[in-house]
């Protein structure tokens, strides 16, 4: 077998992303690429046929992303313990790949027990399913969350119907929905509890409608256009505690 | 910081799946966990607080995953290369966990240029939208997807319209989908050309209807309760030229 080139393609591909996410300063995106790309970069290692001199040129180039890695994963500890990390994400009108899986996936964890998220649109039909999608993925990701808070903005219609066969469903996961109302409410952010704040400036809703309903990025949200919209992400126990009502 | 007993709890079960996987012959499967468990193991090691010999003790147990990972790499590239790859995996009824991702995900790649795929019912509204979440998996998994081949029952109705609807969306990310009809195919099975062939008992058509549609798994197939079914996984060129039409 001769070496294993598709690995390190791969390997290049996703450490390319990883050093343009470094110097936007996006580290927690980063690190994963980091990390996904030096996985990719070991497969390629140990592929047979490779010469001696490219596997050290691999080797040398895979330290070189390690200790990048290392560094990067102090400084976001660091940042985190002295209560002002901050990370922007900018997400372009019509760009793709953002669902809330891409956005939220790598805060979420074991330790994350309540989720609060304020959000004054979360009233109409595809509103409500936005929450849904939100809600799997909490499920799905967070195998102690206990309970999900939202503050949102009342709607006449059927949002408390939707609503409630939302929080019986999570109620079968042994997970609390509450939702209080507000009309006057502007603030969107997603308060996890290990922590991490995830403020999206147009809310859950920054997707645009799908093109059709048999159209790629009708059930994949990866694959559906985004409305322009800014990502901040905090990390601080003290903003946490000042955000709180 | 005292070490990561997080990481290693986590290690631990993601490799106790991983164990289970592999004595269940359910290798590639197992492979997967056997990296990700390892991949665990090595964060819990770079954490620091660990004594010497709790450090020790875990390097040990993962010199032996990694050797059955080894193992089990090279036994399922052995059997791939003499055509009697075969894998067999039960989903229970009722059981969740089983979207197309987690079923066919780790079989798709950069080398897949071509997917066939035979399953008589692709006729009513829930079942293209079967086809339609499995495209939208093989477009983000497989860049150098080119075309999708589907042979199916013919139902009146709007099957046609749903269909065309959704090879026009296709043909926009460059992937060509043609559509044949036959009414005494009884074949299912998708064939991917860098060489796997997975079998699903029931076609794609194996999931229980939503509980509701604002209930858990509306939107998330991994969390949507399955009927019983078997899937069959072969890796062979030569099941492939038998196979084909």
Same mark, same amino acid.
Request: net charge neutral; hydrophobic share 35%; proline share 2%.
């Given at each position: 077998?001769?070496?294993?080139?598709?690995?390190?393609?791969?390997?290049?591909?996703?450490?390319?992303?990883?050093?343009?996410?470094?110097?936007?300063?996006?580290?927690?995106?980063? *690190?994963?690429?980091?990390?996904?790309?030096?996985?990719?970069?070991?497969?390629?290692?140990?592929?047979?046929?490779?010469?001696?001199?490219?596997?050290?040129?691999?080797?040398?180039?895979?330290?070189?992303?390690?200790?990048?890695?290392?560094?990067?994963?102090?400084?976001?500890?660091?940042?985190?313990?002295?209560?002002?990390?901050?990370?922007?994400?900018?997400?372009?009108?019509?760009?793709?790949?953002?669902?809330?899986?891409?956005?939220?996936?790598?805060?979420?964890?074991?330790?994350?027990?309540?989720?609060?998220?304020?959000?004054?649109?979360?009233?109409?039909?595809?509103?409500?399913?936005?929450?849904?999608?939100?809600?799997?993925?909490?499920?799905?990701?967070?195998?102690?969350?206990?309970?999900?808070? *939202?503050?949102?903005?009342?709607?006449?219609?059927?949002?408390?119907?939707?609503?409630?066969? *939302?929080?019986?469903?999570?109620?079968?996961?042994?997970?609390? *929905?509450?939702?209080?109302?507000?009309?006057?409410?502007?603030?969107?952010?997603?308060?996890?509890?290990?922590?991490?704040?995830?403020?999206?400036?147009?809310?859950?809703?920054?997707?645009?409608?799908?093109?059709?309903?048999?159209?790629?990025?009708?059930?994949?949200?990866?694959?559906?256009?985004?409305?322009?919209?800014?990502?901040?992400?905090?990390?601080?126990?003290?903003?946490?505690?000042?955000?709180?009502?």
């Amino acid at each position: 077998m001769a070496g294993d080139p598709v690995a390190e393609k791969a390997a290049a591909s996703v450490l390319k992303r990883a050093v343009e996410l470094d110097t936007a300063r996006r580290f927690t995106e980063s *690190l994963v690429c980091y990390q996904e790309g030096l996985q990719l970069l070991m497969e390629a290692l140990k592929a047979n046929g490779q010469d001696e001199n490219r596997r050290v040129e691999l080797r040398k180039r895979a330290e070189s992303y390690m200790s990048r890695a290392e560094f990067l994963k102090k400084h976001i500890e660091n940042e985190k313990e002295a209560g002002k990390y901050h990370e922007k994400i900018e997400i372009g009108a019509n760009s793709i790949g953002h669902s809330y899986q891409k956005v939220l996936g790598r805060f979420l964890d074991e330790y994350v027990t309540k989720v609060e998220i304020e959000d004054p649109y979360v009233r109409s039909t595809h509103q409500v399913y936005n929450l849904l999608r939100l809600s799997e993925l909490l499920v799905g990701s967070c195998p102690n969350l206990k309970s999900i808070f *939202l503050l949102t903005g009342r709607e006449s219609g059927n949002q408390q119907d939707m609503l409630d066969e *939302l929080k019986q469903s999570l109620a079968k996961h042994k997970v609390v *929905l509450n939702v209080e109302y507000s009309n006057t409410l502007h603030d969107r952010e997603i308060r996890l509890d290990n922590g991490w704040i995830i403020k999206i400036g147009r809310g859950l809703d920054y997707f645009r409608p799908p093109e059709g309903k048999f159209s790629l990025g009708y059930c994949d949200y990866d694959l559906r256009p985004c409305h322009a919209t800014t990502v901040d992400i905090f990390h601080s126990s003290k903003v946490r505690s000042v955000s709180n009502k």
